[in-house]
Each structure stands twice: as structure tokens, then as C-alpha cells.
């Protein structure tokens, strides 16, 4: 939803009608909101000084707008380059990477690369389909760490070219897993086994005459968006990534032969 400045008290007047609403039916069924821990955020571009909202009264609180809230694990500010979020990311991950470096010496190659799957890749690889489309500087940030991590596994040194090592590995970079994640994601949209709520976003590609296209498994192009933002939307990228795959891997039989003729499509 678009707001002019002018429009800023009417929607927040509306925000709060919504959350009495919310808390009505949260006291019916003996439940209690807490009113100091809500959050709002005005999310705008990057490029536009956003104007401020008026406070939004919730109970005997007044909440002000903040620049970053935090939903599922996931550091949100207001303009959506989900800095402060990539900051964690890398800080969590490279203290994972400190502490098993300092007991390396007494574990094997299995072992490390277990651990650096347990504290390491498991947070670079959570929630990171949101990263699509995020600045270069911010996905070099989480490869800087994928690197130090692959290189605590293999024992190799700095100044040793890091796209063998990752190969040796076999660990997809970082931009290659975030569209695997979504790759994987559309996968289970088409054979329907995605939530509801995501099989709804896309739909198939079904043109209005017989095309040579009609038998190759593809999705609807996404809405068209003026900004960065909306190309970054799962309705968008999906179909976008989904549809410059071959064929041979849209159209695999189950999700573990998807996984893997993807992944290998993705190191070529």
C-alpha cells in the first residue's frame, strides 16, 4: 500500500482500529497482547527520505515507528536491504567458525565439515531465498564467510583460489543456493506440495493457442514492477528462474532427482 504524507494519519487511524479489532478477539479467547513489545515500521525506498507516522496507540501505549523489526528470524528495516539482518547472519556464522577453528587440530575432515554444517551453513541457508536480489556487497559479505568456512574444513590457506576448494566440497556459492532455494521452492508449488499461500503466487503457463511452449512446464510470468523491490518478490523471481532452467529439470520425478540434477546445473 502507497502512502502519501497526507495519508498518513487516516492509515494509522485504520491500523489501530485493526488491532482493537485483534485485541477483542485475543481477550475472548483469555489471551493478553503486549502492547510495549509492538512494532511498526514504514518500509520506503532507499532513494526517498520517507516522512515519520504518527504514533499508533495500542492499549495505553504509544508505539513509534521504528527503523527494523524483527518477524521469524528476520531482521526487517525500513528500506528492505536487510542490512542489520546480513550483519547477524555473519556474525553468528563466523563465531561458529572461531570456535570450531580453535578445536580443528583434534577433529577429521568428516567431523569438521558436520560441525560447519551444524553452525555455519545452517544459518547461511536460513531464510536465504529473501536475499534475491540484494546488493552485491551484501552477498560478498555471506560468501566471505562460506569461504573462511570452506577453508577451516579443507586446511588450505587464504591466498589458494577459493572455486576449487568450494567444488571439491561440493558447496554451491552463496548466489547459487539462494536460487536453489527458490528453484526448489517452485518445484513443490508445481507438483503441490508448497503451503496454499505460495501455491498461489504462481501459476502455469497455459497460452491460448497449441505453442510449442504448452508442453514445457513453465509458469506465468510474474506481475510487472517498477522497482527493485517488486523484482525481488517470489511471484517475480520464481517464474523468472523457474522458466531459464531446461526442461529436463522442470521436469523431474521427484524432489530428491530435482535437487540433484539442479545442483549439478548450477555448478556448470
Same mark, same amino acid.
Given at each position: 500500500m502507497v502512502l502519501k504524507s497526507s495519508e498518513h494519519p487516516v492509515a494509522v487511524n485504520k491500523l489501530e482500529m485493526c488491532v482493537?479489532?485483534? /485485541? %477483542?478477539?485475543?481477550? +475472548?479467547?483469555?489471551?493478553?497482547?503486549?502492547? %510495549?513489545? +509492538?512494532e511498526i515500521v514504514h518500509f520506503h525506498s532507499q532513494h526517498r527520505k520517507a516522512s515519520s507516522l504518527p504514533p499508533l496507540c495500542i492499549g495505553d501505549a504509544n508505539i513509534k515507528a521504528s527503523d527494523s523489526a524483527k518477524d521469524l528470524g528476520v531482521v526487517l528495516d525500513s528500506t528492505l536491504l536487510l542490512k542489520q539482518h546480513v550483519r547477524n547472519i555473519c556474525r553468528a556464522a563466523s563465531f561458529g567458525i572461531h570456535k570450531i577453528g580453535k578445536i580443528?587440530?583434534?577433529?577429521?575432515?568428516?567431523? +569438521?565439515e558436520r560441525l560447519i554444517h551444524a553452525f555455519v551453513t545452517l544459518r547461511l541457508d536460513c531464510n536465504n531465498s529473501l536475499l534475491h536480489g540484494l546488493p552485491a556487497a551484501q552477498i560478498a559479505s555471506l560468501q566471505r564467510v562460506q569461504n573462511a568456512a570452506a577453508r577451516l574444513v579443507t586446511l588450505t590457506r587464504r591466498r589458494e583460489h577459493i572455486t576449487p576448494i568450494l567444488r571439491q566440497l561440493h558447496w554451491l556459492p552463496i548466489q547459487d543456493r539462494i536460487?536453489?532455494?527458490?528453484?526448489? +521452492? %517452485?518445484?513443490?508449488?508445481?507438483?503441490?506440495?508448497a503451503p496454499k499461500y505460495i501455491c498461489e503466487l504462481l501459476s502455469d503457463y497455459t497460452p491460448a493457442v497449441n505453442l510449442r511452449s504448452s508442453s514445457q512446464l513453465l509458469f506465468r510470468p510474474g506481475p510487472r514492477t517498477k522497482t527493485k523491490?517488486?523484482? /525481488? %518478490?517470489f511471484a517475480v523471481a520464481a517464474p523468472r528462474l523457474w522458466n531459464n532452467i531446461p526442461k529436463t529439470i522442470r521436469g523431474a520425478s521427484s524432489v530428491g532427482s530435482f535437487k540433484s540434477k539442479l545442483k549439478t546445473f548450477l555448478f556448470k
Amino acid at each position: 500500500m502507497v502512502l502519501k504524507s497526507s495519508e498518513h494519519p487516516v492509515a494509522v487511524n485504520k491500523l489501530e482500529m485493526c488491532v482493537a479489532d485483534v /485485541r %477483542a478477539w485475543a481477550i +475472548t479467547n483469555k489471551l493478553m497482547l503486549n502492547d %510495549a513489545k +509492538t512494532e511498526i515500521v514504514h518500509f520506503h525506498s532507499q532513494h526517498r527520505k520517507a516522512s515519520s507516522l504518527p504514533p499508533l496507540c495500542i492499549g495505553d501505549a504509544n508505539i513509534k515507528a521504528s527503523d527494523s523489526a524483527k518477524d521469524l528470524g528476520v531482521v526487517l528495516d525500513s528500506t528492505l536491504l536487510l542490512k542489520q539482518h546480513v550483519r547477524n547472519i555473519c556474525r553468528a556464522a563466523s563465531f561458529g567458525i572461531h570456535k570450531i577453528g580453535k578445536i580443528r587440530k583434534y577433529l577429521d575432515r568428516p567431523a +569438521t565439515e558436520r560441525l560447519i554444517h551444524a553452525f555455519v551453513t545452517l544459518r547461511l541457508d536460513c531464510n536465504n531465498s529473501l536475499l534475491h536480489g540484494l546488493p552485491a556487497a551484501q552477498i560478498a559479505s555471506l560468501q566471505r564467510v562460506q569461504n573462511a568456512a570452506a577453508r577451516l574444513v579443507t586446511l588450505t590457506r587464504r591466498r589458494e583460489h577459493i572455486t576449487p576448494i568450494l567444488r571439491q566440497l561440493h558447496w554451491l556459492p552463496i548466489q547459487d543456493r539462494i536460487c536453489f532455494k527458490i528453484l526448489l +521452492t %517452485a518445484y513443490k508449488v508445481r507438483h503441490g506440495i508448497a503451503p496454499k499461500y505460495i501455491c498461489e503466487l504462481l501459476s502455469d503457463y497455459t497460452p491460448a493457442v497449441n505453442l510449442r511452449s504448452s508442453s514445457q512446464l513453465l509458469f506465468r510470468p510474474g506481475p510487472r514492477t517498477k522497482t527493485k523491490y517488486g523484482d /525481488r %518478490a517470489f511471484a517475480v523471481a520464481a517464474p523468472r528462474l523457474w522458466n531459464n532452467i531446461p526442461k529436463t529439470i522442470r521436469g523431474a520425478s521427484s524432489v530428491g532427482s530435482f535437487k540433484s540434477k539442479l545442483k549439478t546445473f548450477l555448478f556448470k
